[in-house]
Nanobody, 123 residues
Framework: QVQLVESGGGLVQAGGSLRLSCVVS????????MGWYRQAPGKQRELVAT???????NYPDSVKGRFTISRDNAKKTAYLQMSSLSVEDTAVYYC?????????????????WGQGTQVTVSS
């Protein structure tokens, strides 16, 4: 069974910074793309950042220049460094991993989500 566990969320004032972590565990052959998404109340889940196994990153304009995604492949961990936070960044942040797992001695592709971590930015 594969699990993604996020941590690092919390309450921060506007202009502040937070660092989120996502640890992947379980029967994993390889982790391909890892990403962070967020969902604010009453809104759809949206992309925040993705990073490939080779380190290629992708950001929407809303966070570009303020957020940085990184990963440590040896630790099976992804990070999201968020700075210059604004009230509009308030949301539940979810980690996502596109990976290959072992099941019944076979390699199988799998896409997994974490349980989410709340980020609240106060004005």
């Amino acid at each position: 069974q594969v699990q993604l566990v996020e941590s690092g969320g919390g309450l921060v004032q506007a202009g502040g910074s937070l660092r989120l972590s996502c640890v992947v565990s379980g029967n994993i052959f390889v982790i391909n793309v890892m990403g962070w998404y967020r969902q604010a109340p009453g809104k759809q889940r949206e992309l925040v950042a993705t990073i490939s196994s080779g380190g290629r990153t992708n950001y929407p304009d809303s966070v570009k220049g303020r957020f940085t995604i990184s990963r440590d492949n040896a630790k099976k961990t992804a990070y999201l460094q968020m700075s210059s936070l604004s009230v509009e960044d308030t949301a539940v942040y979810y980690c996502n991993a596109d990976l290959v797992t072992y099941r019944n001695a076979k390699r199988e592709p799998l896409n997994c989500w974490g349980q989410g971590t709340q980020v609240t930015v106060s004005s």
